[in-house]
């Protein structure tokens, strides 16, 4: 999920330029970045919690900017946050590149070691995760492996802290490697020719001709903005009779020849004393994506959260502090205060009367979202941090493959049950252009938010488990046949999966609790201006008399369609700047007995099925443009009323609920 | 054969990935998967979950039919009985 609010605009350049973190996803980037910066960023064990480039201070250099950067499978990026690694590069100035390699899994670590050596930056290879490989048996000989690449390997565990210090000291000194791979001969004339047709950039030629000749795309946009055409035809024309030499790709031919180098290195600094890792974690992740035992896991952990952010968030916890502390306590006596001390009725109205800012906006946001979505964040922070919700993809990868996607496009669903603006960020992490549009349009339409859920499950959960199952069947069939329908609509293959599970981890508490504490923090600081925001239109349409206007105006819908109260059009109306807001009114409804298990379950599948928030329209809108954002917000909103009547009658012809 | 054949719990020795598409190619190979490297097949549905080096990477039955293997010698492979259940 990580958090919605931007990062505090840190512009910290020098001309030395900053130092970046590079490596393969999930290898501990991020944690790495805590620990030179001091600031936090998200930290969970799956790839890709990191889509941004996430900037801070370097503790222990003055006027120094440390990068993290998302993790990167290959040179040339196949995905768009791997492309932002590598745009990074090209456009900034960089002090030294730091390496985040697994210790454990030397032989891919070091392949992306040898292409980011070659680039002319001075470099640093922090071999973390040590205590894993030294768990699994394997031993490695960092100083004979440092001589041979030419610059210094660290040995650290980024969690510990173990070798970070050290790690500062080689950072502080470090210089461009003097490494260099002797490529084919055809490509060495290759490169020789067309190194002086590229524009200088920050990186050696030799290593940017390198991109070029294998066709990445980062590469291609960052060339064209900065030659003329003749140069460009060239370029073009050089690496098409290089490419005519070969009978397979050119990044095939480099690739070769950086396999060749790594294997003869590994077994020079290698040692392996046998795998002593088959234990519980190991046996436990098998049957977590095994064919048959991974439903029961799935079932037992879906019913746990139900339990705990349904039953127990939004039931008992909810009762206690909005029911006991808030109803009975503190807005009776707040009201009483605001009343004594400020007499004039229409101020006193705007804060504590039927739209006020105090007993609608913050009693909402405090009394019934804040416990629901506390639960809800823990749940998810120790799924995260275990490593579980990658091997989501594997069991659900032929349901979305129903869908034209793969189950990798799980992990931006289920981060989608946190946040779906975030979510929307994270399809970057998907490979193709029509994926990561189904994707979002999937999140968009149907994917409920950490509050939307815990207080659909709240208030559904308190008619009937039948009611909760009704709301969910028939927001996953919507998911379904309009992901299926665009699927067809929209041109393109399907991608197949491809996908590394990290390990079963037991979950490290401070983690989760500084996670937790982290994600209820931009709750506070996004949704609660935006429940007041909401609040106050709502205190000004009723008292310049438009609310009883657009009520009345939205009867015919709202009544005659979905057969509900006309007041529920309020909640409609605060539900286009968040469904979640709009949500809690009709909880609240429902609390006062003014629905039936009916109405209550047409209401709040209309409400699911609305645009997530403001904020989520903006986000997509920034990703994939304003068009698609556009046609998105107009397909949806009709389709949620659509949806919601089709489900009023239906259900009010076989007689449930009424 | 191909990786689609092996069954779970055997090795086997990359040859080619010759049935697939370069840029997908690229992307296995950066994961380990190269001609003359050992993975262990750890499952094969409802996708194949091979582990090569630490790393336990899972695609699709139709990149694993792509892929060309040699298998391990039968007489090589120490005889185990495994529970049929894990």
Partial sequence: ???????????????????????????????????????????????????????????????????????????????????????????????????????????????????????????????????????????????????????????????????????????????????????????????????SLLPESALDPRALTLLWLSGDETTEAWVVERVDEETLRGLASGRERTASEFREPISAVIQRVHLAYVDALVADVVRETGDKSAGIAAKLGRLTTHRLWAWPILAAILYGTYWFVGVFGAGRLVGWIEGSLFGKIVNPWVTEWVHRLVPIGFVSDFLVGKYGLWTMGMTYALALVLP??????????????????????VVTNRLFSALGLNGKAAL????????????????????????????????????????????VLGMLGGISLVATLIWGGVVLGVLLSVGALAARLIPGERTALVLELPPLRLPVISNVVVKTTARLEWYLKEVVPLFLA???????????????????????????????????????????????????????????????????????????????????????????????????????????????GALHWTLLAIGWGA | MTLADVPPGSRARIDTLDGLSASRCHQLQAYGLAPGRWVKVVQQSPVTVIRVEHLDLAFESDIARGINVEAEADRDRPVRRRPRWV
């Fill in chain 1, 1 to 195: 999920v990580s958090s919605c609010h931007s990062s505090p605009g840190l512009e910290l350049e020098s001309r030395q330029g900053s130092i970046a973190l590079f490596g393969h996803p999930n290898v501990g980037k991020s944690v790495l970045f805590q620990r030179l910066t001091g600031r936090y960023v998200m930290v969970s064990n799956y790839p890709g919690t990191t889509v941004e480039l996430s900037r801070g201070a370097a503790r222990f250099m003055a006027d120094t900017a440390v990068v993290d950067t998302p993790g990167i499978v290959a040179l040339p990026p196949r995905t768009e946050d791997e492309q932002i690694a590598l745009r990074m590069l090209l456009d900034e100035p960089v002090r030294a590149i730091v390496q985040v390699g697994d210790g454990k899994n030397l032989r891919r670590s070091l392949l992306l070691s040898v292409q980011l050596a070659e680039m002319g930056l001075p470099m640093v290879l922090a071999l973390n995760m040590m205590d894993e490989a030294e768990a699994r048996g394997v031993s490695i000989d960092d100083r004979l492996l440092a001589e041979r690449l030419d610059f210094p390997v660290v040995p650290t565990v980024a969690t510990r802290g173990t070798g970070v210090k050290s790690l500062v000291g080689e950072v502080k000194s470090a210089r461009v490697p003097r490494f260099r791979l002797i490529y084919p001969e055809v490509i060495e004339e290759g490169l020789a020719e067309l190194a």
């Fill in chain 1, 534 to 644: 909401g609040t106050a239109l709502l205190f000004a349409l009723d008292k310049t008399g438009a609310l009883p206007a657009l009520i009345d105006a939205m009867k015919p819908v709202v009544s005659g369609w979905l057969g509900l109260p006309a007041a529920a059009s309020t909640a409609f109306i605060v539900g286009f700047l968040r469904r979640d807001f709009g949500a809690t009114g009709l909880f609240v409804m429902q609390q006062h007995g003014q629905l039936t298990p009916q109405q209550a379950v047409v209401a709040m599948v209309t409400i699911t099925l609305f645009i997530p928030c403001v904020a989520s329209v903006f986000m997509i809108a920034r990703e994939r443009g304003v068009r698609t954002a556009v046609a998105i917000t107009a397909l949806i909103f009709p389709l949620a009323f659509l949806v919601g």
């Fill in chain 1, 412 to 455: 931006p669903m289920v981060l989608g049950l946190g946040c779906v603006t975030m979510a929307t960020l994270t399809t970057r992490i998907l490979e193709s252009k029509r994926e990561r549009l189904l994707a979002i349009l999937m999140l968009s339409l149907a994917v409920p938010c950490s509050a939307q859920l815990g207080v």
């Fill in chain 1, 372 to 393: 629901i979505v506390t639960t809800f964040f823990l749940v998810f922070s120790l799924l995260e941090d275990s490593g579980y919700l990658p091997r989501l993809s």
